[in-house]
């Protein structure tokens, strides 16, 4: 067939202008074709130019300014415009089919203005970024000219008859219009620019964030199909691959996202509410966030409907496809439909073409994905503004706290971080899903109503099978979130259990203890696992419905429809009907999920409201001044009266006694006062006076000490004058300018004064230095603890550190001070961080100091040295005032001003000569006090002190993890030797790799027969899911071939029988097949669920119970060198990852894998044509999960490391309030606060615009597969015999768009968490202890060690065979029943040698022989269940006192009470409720040490074994306990061997053999007599030292 542009049947009329040349259709086609080639050919040549200079562009951040007025628009109407072109190319090639000759006037200029409708928005955007509006011009011309041309030719059409009747007409109609648009806009961009036909062009500048260099994140700011494709997430989520994507990678926040921007928007939104009419009710919350973040929600709602309309046009689509495959067009009366010499046709016409409705098809389902991917994007970016607002709102409030409430225990610590971590992140989920509510019931209706269009009243009952079983998912999911609680309260259980384990691991394997406790903390799992049981049986119910529900929706419509109609659907109908439900089901899936969520978020914002209206600090007068707390003050002068008129008389007559003594004390004009309270009563919220009648002074630039009993109000003092009590009378003055006095009354006519006196001191307090008795760290390095912000000085540093002893233990940190330090840094000791608050006080350059008893935590030295020069000398010399809280009253006679406190009242105010000469039985009641305190000081300094014990375990604690360090350094070094090629290319793939050998661990941890069920089943499964709806292809497509031939037979008499027997014998071999496949499908559904969730279930339970063993059972060094938190990590974080979060992800994963795989099959085999094009998408697919999956995992990293630091900074927040709020610092922590969130809020964003990205990619794959399977198919129309497999086919390509990126989401989740599984396995290598020993325990005497004889024979010891030995060559020989000292200094081997005795280290040569059998042979639970140690720290563990003296449960009660007795405990034991069953909290913390080592003696003489080991036993207790203890060991261990490893020399002094070390070797050996005399001797050296 020739081709001509004007058709070739009628040669004289298709070129003739007779008429007129406008009256020729062809012409005026021609005529349409001249704006898009003068487009192409001017901006051609301009575009490569351009893209030629490109790198000359003057480069604004990122080339993405945006800045011509009317832009979206622009890009909206372009694209509806090429969507017009489309339709008209395709009316075009139908109409052309239809006439006898190749007409091309009908598609050309289509085809032409498409390209040109491209180049147009191509040309736009590049002279956009690149900022040359005057070349804006020629697209003015084009919209001009296309404009015209097109309404010639429709007032043509309209001339010659055609009308809105034909599909033509109404396309032109539409270019007309958008042509007119499109010259609107640019005539627009032309009045606002004034680029041309004005004199002066109007300069722009581009948005802040956009000169920002660090804004990373472009959504904002990107062209239309940038953002709906995330297109400029390319280079970082590609760049990934190469390195990994860091916090400076992704930037900062555009500001319009930050939580500053949002909390102003929330907060005027929530303020706006308390109207003048009504102050006191609290504003709604819900309000205020619909009035800040009302808009985004109702745009993600617009398109979120959109795509879910747009969502049905696939069903009707394939069923419109299946109907018209193989009827013929049938050709409509042509000669009726010509005008102008062509044919024009109705737009139902082109409806009913396969080709058209498969194009229609793909085009639908990419609106349709980009339109809710926008959605969803929309409402995650308003969820984490939401979030950041709330964040900001929330920690704007703990800053106000009244401090009653935090100690009155209204608002708990752990509550503020319930609302941090848990209820803004409920919201922020709430809000994300919210959309959901209102979209999912359009969803439904719209769904029932096409399948009743479809299929008539049995669809209802298909339908009414899905909504009855929707409120049993929701009462499935409300039955999910209770186990989950439940299941929580047993896992803390367990980590607290566990933990205690760990803590005092040493003591368990001495005391071979280690499988008691084993076995609780498997009790323990035993009931988190049942309820993990249910958990899983929950989880697979859920997953079961999900599955099944469209199975039996399918099932009952189809039944129910051929027990109506006698005969199944037809394969269009059925098809369409399938892809209906498969749409339906998603939403009510959903639904229950978001009611949850829904009822969530309700309690979460009554929290939150209840939060933010609870009590806040008293506005004081010297905070700022309102009217409003005057008045208050007022009033509470007049409420108060009645109370204080009762104490008048009485106060009357103290002050007429205490005027003669008080009068020159009072403060002459010169000599100035600090602060003053001046008849002051203080409460801490309830109604009684804590502090009550309150007239003290504080001078300037001197020392005040306050002084009393404990709990007299002497820190509650402090806090009211900085304002942290409620004041229920009386003024604190602070005086600012000591020129003048500002004294506040009560009375309304001083108000206008005091007005204008605090206009000149609105911060009439400055930030005071406060120390508080509790010490509080910041989460941040030792010198930033110390600096606390301020500006750093060397020199002051330096004297500070010094003043405060810290320079010994800053050495020690492995950083030096630049170590973090806090909760999530190192612990310190109670001592150090005390000193360190104290050294942060003296820093600051504040006038005034508090100091709340800084010498409370610290031993004696230590206290003289701070009170000395840091007190004295440090801060007087700086003439600041300081006001010291404290209970050593030796300090006294340093005091210029003391304040004694009694009962919450001040006793005396005055110089310590005053109180000498005034209340002399006060005074002598302080020198007794003194006395006693000079006893314990000369006590105090005989032993070593503590401060040297808190650095011995701080040296320790590093030393072991130093070695550890090391040790792992190597190793890591000789992995990345193997593994690093020196190539980039290596390290990319390393990260891209799927860890499929972590994988295979965890599944065989799960068992084979539950592995090789699950695989099984699954495959099952989905084979019959095929078979169900191959089987329906069949039995629809077997009505049509019946009726055409019993059409084609028989047309004369339809009426005879024959037919309809034939369709009875038909439907009653193909329904009872579906039912009983359907039946299959539901059984097998069921089983898949249930085998995945208990493989999972197998696999933890295998997992926690290897891990326990392996850890429990692993040398003591491998204590010593893995920090405890990493220990604690496993059992916590990796073990909740593998008990809850990998199985259902692993269902998913197979699920959506198999699904996707199984579509693909099916496809295949109907139209084996569609392989071919298979090929490029998998490729394209491979690369996209590859880039995808590294990236995700990197943003998901960062979000959590990012998550940590901002709820410690919440939690440190409110635990430092007075502190803070002292300092006046709440703004600099403010500002951290908010730096905080929206890192947080960055990588967030990062990584759910990351999941958009995959998301659209992966789903404009899934609409290219399906328009390939469409036209494969249409191809292949006539080689297909089942007409019905065509639909399957495509349902099936529809099913994959949904499932496609769920593959890859759930790879790159299960990749995060194989990472835990991949954590514990490298825990289940550490090797074991032996504990066989070559000996069996039948060999071993029952009462062996009957004499306790110790033979040393040539030892030598290491901790570990890479480390140098701690014990070279050492013999020794202890008779039965000798009492042995060793001494040495720190590091000689002394309590290495005491492990030895247990065989608890590498004893590499030589051996020790304890009554005749050498300790290596001895199974282990056998040697150390025989011996006894006391260690230096005191170990105790939650439970009775009985459960800690002897948790195997063998000694009667009357041994146990001898014990007591023995260690003097006896007495108060019984004292306690319970007696023997009294509880002992985590580590005995309601004992104090000295009792706990008393517990420890008691333990091991519960033992009654013949050796005892004491390590350095009497380290941490007071002289009275020790001089106990040793006659408790001389006497009640007389018959017994007993080797002390001695801390103070003087405790051996009586034992009968000596031994000193040195270095790991023996110096000396003897008698302690003898070896006094050798004066030279190192003995003798350290008696002498000890003295």
């Known amino acids: 067939m020739a081709l001509s542009f004007c058709g070739s049947e009628n040669k004289t009329y ?39 200079s490109q790198s000359s562009k003057v480069q604004i951040h990122h080339n993405t300014w945006l800045h011509f007025p009317g832009h979206n628009l622009r890009w909206i109407l372009t694209f509806s415009l090429l969507f017009v072109h489309v339709c008209e190319f395709a009316e075009g090639i139908v109409s052309n089919k239809v006439m006898d000759t190749n007409h091309l006037h009908l598609f050309m200029p289509a085809f032409m203005g498409f390209i040109a409708a491209t180049t147009s928005v191509v040309y736009y955007h590049n002279i956009e970024t690149s900022n040359f509006p005057k070349l804006l011009l020629v697209m003015f011309i084009y919209w001009v000219l296309a404009f015209i041309t097109k309404s010639i030719k429709l007032w043509k059409f309209a001339e010659h008859g055609v009308g809105p009747q034909h599909l033509r007409f109404c396309i032109t109609a539409m270019l007309v219009m958008l042509y007119g648009l499109l010259m609107a806009v640019e005539i627009n961009v032309i009045r606002v620019r004034k680029y041309v036909f004005f004199s002066n062009p109007q300069k722009v500048k581009p948005p802040e964030d956009l000169q920002d260099l660090g804004v990373r994140f472009l959504q904002p700011f990107v062209n239309l199909l940038s953002k709906a494709t995330y297109w400029w997430m390319n280079p970082l989520i590609i760049g990934a691959h190469k390195r990994p994507i860091e916090l400076k990678k992704i930037g900062k926040l555009p ?34 966030m619909y009035r800040a973040f009302g808009r985004p929600i109702l745009l993600s709602s617009t398109f979120r409907y959109l795509a879910d309309l747009l969502g049905f046009v696939g069903p009707l689509c394939i069923s419109g496809i299946v109907m018209y495959m193989d009827v013929e067009q049938v050709s409509t009366d042509k000669a009726k439909n010509t005008h102008l010499n062509v044919y024009f046709m109705s737009s139902s016409e082109l409806l009913q073409n396969t080709s058209v409705l498969a194009v229609l098809l793909f085009l639908a389902l990419v609106l349709q994905r980009t339109f809710l991917q926008a959605s969803y994007y929309v409402t995650i970016e308003t969820g984490i503004n939401l979030r950041g607002a709330l964040l900001a709102m929330i920690y704007n409030k703990i800053l106000r706290l009244s401090t009653s409430n935090m100690s009155m225990g209204e608002m708990t610590l752990g509550q503020i971080n319930n609302l941090v971590a848990i209820e803004t992140n409920q919201l922020m989920w709430f809000l994300f899903l919210c959309p959901n509510l209102w979209a999912m019931p359009v969803q439904i209706v719209m769904g029932v109503i096409l399948l009743y269009y479809l299929l008539g009243c049995s669809a209802l009952v298909g339908a009414s099978v899905i909504v009855l079983l929707a409120p049993v998912q929701y009462l499935i999911a409300t039955k999910l979130a209770d186990t989950q609680k439940s299941t929580l309260e047993h896992s803390t259980d367990r980590l607290k259990k566990t933990s205690e384990i760990l803590k005092g691991i040493k003591l368990l394997k001495l005391y071979a203890w280690e499988n008691i406790f084993c076995d609780s903390v498997e009790d323990t ?66 639904l229950s999920t978001v009611v949850r969520f829904a009822v969530k978020a309700l309690v979460s914002v009554q929290k939150l409201g209840e939060f933010l209206q609870s009590d806040e600090i008293g506005d004081d007068s010297w905070r700022n001044g309102h009217m409003c707390a005057s008045m208050e003050a007022e009033k509470k002068h007049l409420g108060g009266t009645k109370a204080i008129n009762r104490k008048k008389p009485m106060r009357y007559q103290m002050d007429s006694y205490e005027q003669p003594t008080r009068r020159p004390m009072r403060p002459t004009e010169t000599e100035d006062v600090a602060v003053k309270v001046s008849n002051g009563f203080f409460t801490w919220g309830s109604n009684l006076s804590t502090l009550s009648d309150i007239n003290i002074r504080i001078p300037t630039g001197q020392l005040t000490m306050i002084v009393g009993q404990v709990g007299c109000g002497k820190s509650s003092l402090l806090l009211a004058m900085l304002g942290e009590m409620q004041t229920t009378d009386g003024r604190v003055h602070w005086s600012k300018l000591p020129d003048c006095e500002m004294i506040y009354e009560g009375n309304i006519r001083y108000f206008s004064l005091w007005l204008r006196l605090s206009k000149t001191s609105s911060k009439n307090r400055n930030s005071v230095a406060y120390a508080t008795q509790k010490s509080w760290l910041l989460n941040a390095t030792v010198e930033e603890n110390i600096t606390f912000g301020s500006p750093f000085n060397k020199q002051r540093y330096k004297a500070v550190i010094d003043a405060c002893s810290l320079q010994p233990d800053i050495d020690l940190l492995p950083f030096g001070d630049q170590t973090e330090i806090g909760e999530r840094g190192i612990n310190l000791s109670g001592g150090q961080r005390q000193r360190i608050c104290v050294a942060r006080a003296l820093y600051q350059n504040t006038n005034i100091v508090f100091l709340d ?13 701070l009170m000395q020069e840091g007190i004295l000398k440090f801060l007087q010399d700086d003439k600041r005032t300081v006001v010291l809280v404290t209970h050593k009253l030796q300090y006294l006679i340093h005091a210029d001003w003391i304040i004694a406190m009694k009962d919450g009242s001040v006793l005396r105010e005055g110089t310590l000569k005053d109180i000498q000469n005034n209340d002399v039985e006060l005074y002598d009641h302080w020198k007794t006090l003194m006395n006693r305190q000079d006893h314990e000081l000369e006590k105090d300094i005989q032993q070593d002190s503590q401060t040297t014990l808190e650095r011995k375990t701080l040296r320790r604690a590093f030393y072991s993890r130093e070695a550890k360090n090391q040790v792992d350094d190597e190793d890591d070094e000789e992995e990345e030797e193997e593994e690093e090629d020196d190539n980039m290319s290596t390290t990319t793939n390393r990260r891209s790799k799927i860890p499929w050998r972590v994988c295979w661990c965890y599944l065989s941890s799960g068992g084979f027969l539950m592995v090789f069920l699950m695989v099984s089943s699954k ?17 629809t497509s077997s009505k049509i071939n019946q009726n055409f031939t019993g059409a084609g037979s028989d047309a004369s008499n339809v009426t005879n029988g024959n037919v309809t027997s034939g369709g009875e014998i038909e439907d009653s071999y193909y329904l009872p097949v579906f039912i009983i496949l359907c039946a299959a499908g539901i059984t097998l559904c069921l089983i898949t669920s249930l085998t995945v969730e208990f493989l999972g279930l197998s696999a933890a339970t295998n997992l926690h119970h290897n891990l326990l063993n392996k850890i429990i059972h692993a040398p003591i060094r491998f204590f010593d060198i893995t920090p405890l938190g990493q220990i604690l990590n496993r059992f916590s974080a990796d073990t909740n990852i593998i008990d809850q979060h990998i199985p259902p992800t692993l269902e998913s994963l197979t699920r959506s894998t198999l699904l996707c795989l199984s579509a693909i099959g099916v496809i295949a085999t109907i139209t084996p044509a569609f392989l071919i094009a298979l090929v490029p998408l998998a490729v394209a697919f491979y690369f996209i999960q590859k880039y995808f999956r590294v990236a995700s995992k990197d943003l998901q990293d960062l979000d959590d490391s990012t998550q940590l630091p901002l709820l410690c900074h919440f939690s440190e927040t409110a635990e430092g309030l007075t502190t803070i709020r002292a300092f006046r610092h709440e703004a600099r922590f403010k500002q951290r606060m908010l730096e905080l969130t929206d890192t947080n809020n960055t990588a967030y964003l990062f990584l759910s615009a990351a999941n958009r990205w995959l998301e659209v ?50 790879l790159a989740d299960l990749e995060v968490q194989m990472a835990a599984v991949k954590k514990v396995n490298s825990f ?3 090797e074991s202890e032996n504990y066989e020993g070559s000996m069996d325990t039948s060999q071993v005497p029952e009462n062996w060690p009957h004499d306790g004889e110790i033979k040393i024979q040539d030892l030598c010891v290491r901790y570990d065979p890479m480390l140098k030995p701690v014990l070279k060559h050492v013999n020794a020989y202890i008779e039965p029943g000798q009492k042995v000292g060793i001494c040495g200094r720190t590091g000689s081997g002394k309590s290495s040698l005491s492990l030895a005795f247990f065989n608890m280290v590498d004893m590499f040569e030589g051996k020790i022989i304890i009554d005749g059998i050498d300790i290596c042979k001895l199974p282990l639970q056998t040697l150390r269940s025989r011996l006894s140690i006391i260690l230096q720290d005191p170990v105790l563990f939650s439970g009775s006192i009985r459960f800690n003296l002897d948790p195997e449960r063998t000694c009667t009660d009357d041994r146990l009470w001898e014990a007591l007795e023995i260690a003097q405990l006896k007495n108060m034991v019984k004292a306690l409720p319970g007696g023997l069953d009294a509880v002992v909290t985590e580590a005995g913390e309601n004992f104090s040490v000295g009792q706990r080592q008393l517990f420890c003696l008691a333990r091991a003489f519960v033992r009654k074994s013949s050796i005892l080991i004491m390590d350095e036993a009497t380290a941490s207790i007071d002289m009275a306990t020790e001089n106990i203890l040793q006659k408790v060991v001389m006497t009640a261990f007389a018959d017994r061997t007993v080797v002390t490893i001695a801390h103070r020399v003087h405790t051996i002094l009586t034992a009968d053999l000596v031994i000193v070390m040195k270095r790991g070797n023996i110096l000396e050996y003897d008698k302690p007599e003898t070896l006094l005399e050798q004066e030279d001797g190192m003995f003798a050296s350290f008696v002498k030292a000890d003295m």
């Open 1257 to 1306: 990619r992966t789903d404009y794959l899934g609409a290219v597969i399906v328009l390939t399977a469409a036209v494969a198919s249409i191809w292949s129309s006539p080689y297909i015999s089942i007409k019905g497999l065509v639909g399957l086919g495509l349902t099936y390509a529809l099913t994959v768009t949904n499932y496609l990126n769920w593959v890859v989401r759930n």
């Open 255 to 288: 500001i319009a996202m930050r939580a500053l921007t949002n909390y102003l928007r929330l907060k005027d939104a929530y303020e706006d509410q308390r109207t003048a009419e009504d102050p006191d009710r609290s504003p709604s919350i819900w309000r205020s």
């Open 1324 to 1326: 289940l290598g550490t």
């Open 1019 to 1035: 495959l099952l499964k989905h084979s019959v899911i095929v078979a169900i709806d191959y089987w329906l292809a069949r039995w």
């Open 525 to 590: 799992r035993g009931k988190e696992l049942t309820s993990l049981k249910t958990f899983a049986f929950y989880t697979s119910m859920s997953i079961f419905m999900n599955a099944a529900i469209p199975i039996a929706a399918v099932l009952a419509t189809f039944v129910m429809h051929d027990f109506l109609h006698q005969t199944g659907p037809t394969p269009s109908e059925a098809f369409a009907a399938l892809a209906l439900f498969h749409i339906l089901v998603t939403p009510l899936f959903m």
């Open 14 to 52: 298709a070129y003739s202008v007779a008429t007129g040349v406008l009256n020729n259709g062809c012409f005026v086609d021609a005529l349409n074709l001249v704006p898009h080639v003068f487009l192409l050919f001017i901006t051609f040549p301009i575009l490569f130019i351009g893209w030629g």
């Open 853 to 865: 008893d800084p010498f409370s935590a610290l031993d004696i030295h230590l206290s003289d040295h």
